[in-house]
Nanobody, 120 residues
């Protein structure tokens, strides 16, 4: 079982920056990938960025060039640096970890979400 604790959300003006953090913990786990998704009320949850154990990243087209995902394996933590924020980035951001569950099958674990609001 993996528990994810998110931090760093809040209110920021357009053009500003925020850094989200997500720390993974558990009695025993092996994480395959970690990343962030976001969701606006009435819309489906969408990919923001993910990173694998080797450090390879992928980004949604909407955030490429503005967001940077990094990881600290020693701390089991990922960081999403969000720059040049605009109101369209306003959403609840959810941390996700893909890890092996108790049956040794890859399973997606989700954080509770953190609100990011970008004002104009």
């Amino acid at each position: 079982q993996v528990q994810l604790v998110e931090s760093g959300g809040g209110l920021v003006q357009a053009g500003g920056s925020l850094r989200l953090s997500c720390a993974a913990s558990g009695s025993s786990f092996s994480i395959i990938t970690m990343g962030w998704y976001r969701q606006v009320p009435g819309k489906e949850r969408e990919l923001v960025s993910t990173i694998n154990s080797g450090g390879s990243t992928n980004y949604a087209d909407a955030v490429k060039g503005r967001f940077t995902l990094s990881r600290d394996n020693a701390k089991n933590t990922v960081y999403l640096q969000m720059n040049s924020l605009n109101p369209e980035d306003t959403a609840v951001y959810y941390c996700k970890a893909r890890a092996y569950n108790k049956l040794l099958i890859p399973y997606d674990y989700w954080g509770q979400g953190t609100q990011v609001t970008v004002s104009s």
